[in-house]
Structures are given as structure tokens and as C-alpha cells.
């Protein structure tokens, strides 16, 4: 299976690639799964109903079986970028399975909740697990990611789930693809 780790964010200062390659590198260690960074930024993509969509969004997110979204709160919100990144493709997303991780303040938990009921309507099932890393505790200086050890049995949690779900909706797209 295939899964792409999306990067939300498109701001200057950013620290999701960080959070991104900790992620892969988790996965790496304990799947024999495909686990790519997905960069929204990488994309150019405009602001839905402002521009030409990219095509090869689209194909991205279609190619792959499952997501692991690396959301940052903003606001007590999630990013524009991941917002319009979600309203850019539609059937590419439907019955698949996420898991979400966030960082924030207070560990992004807000973010994370909007992003819940976006996903719920892409048809996308989020998994329980959500690590959720503290800008005070696991960044120094607010931008440079340092978790602590204890955190990885969390992501190592939510990627098992996250497989898991993906494998039973592979069968569930097969049957709709019939």
C-alpha cells in the first residue's frame, strides 16, 4: 500500500517538513509500506474557483491508499492551504482512511478537530490516534522539532490503525469500482 504524508502548511517558517520526516521515518522503521511526503506547497495550488485546478493534484491523491495529515493550528484553526488543499479534489479522496497529526500551542488539537469534519465529509475515516506535539515542549525555539521518546509509541499507534482501516477500505473502493 501507498500513503502520503501531507504537509498542510505553505508558510514561511514552517516546521511540517520536520514533523513529516519524523513521521516517515517511524514508519519506515515499523511498516513495509510505501510512505511519501506529500507537500501541498509543492503544488501551486489555487484557491478553489480562482484559477485552473492542478491535474496532477488530483493524481496524487487518487494514487494513493491512505493519509497521514501533518496539520499545525493556526488560529484555532487549520491552514487555508490544507482547507483549499482538501477542496481541490473530491472523488480522488473518498473512502479512505487518515491519521492525524498535529502540533500547536496546545498540541494542534483544534486544528485536528476542524480537520475531522472536513474529512468526514471528503468520505476520508480518521483514525482515533492523533499524536499531538506542543510548540513548548517538543520544538526548540519554536522551530526546531525535538519530541520526546514517549512520542513515537503514539505515532507508531496511529500508523497501525491507519493501515489497518486502509487495508479495509481497499476492499471497499474495489466493491464501488465494480
Do not use: C
Given at each position: ?59 496524487k491523491i487518487d494514487e494513493l491508499d491512505g493519509y ?111
Open positions: 500500500m501507498k500513503f502520503g504524508i501531507i504537509l498542510g502548511s505553505t508558510r514561511e517558517g514552517r516546521v511540517s517538513p520536520q514533523v513529516g520526516a519524523y513521521i516517515k521515518k517511524i514508519a519506515g522503521e515499523h511498516s513495509e509500506h510505501d510512505f511519501e511526503i506529500v507537500d501541498v506547497k509543492e503544488y501551486d495550488l489555487p484557491f478553489l474557483g480562482t484559477g485552473t485546478p492542478n491535474p496532477a493534484w488530483n493524481k497521514v495529515f501533518v496539520v499545525q493550528e493556526y488560529n484555532h484553526g487549520m491552514a487555508a492551504s490544507l482547507k483549499n488543499a482538501l477542496d481541490s479534489a473530491r472523488d480522488e479522496w473518498f473512502n479512505k482512511a487518515a491519521g492525524i497529526v498535529s502540533y500547536g500551542s496546545g498540541g494542534g488539537i483544534r486544528a485536528a478537530e476542524q480537520l475531522r469534519m472536513v474529512l468526514a465529509e471528503q468520505k476520508i475515516a480518521d483514525v482515533r490516534t492523533n499524536p499531538a506535539f506542543n510548540l513548548f515542549t517538543d520544538f526548540e525555539n519554536f522551530s526546531t522539532f525535538n519530541p520526546g521518546a514517549h512520542m513515537e509509541a503514539g505515532v507508531t499507534d496511529m500508523l497501525n490503525e491507519l493501515i489497518e482501516w486502509s487495508k479495509a477500505f481497499e476492499t471497499i473502493r474495489e466493491t464501488a469500482a465494480v
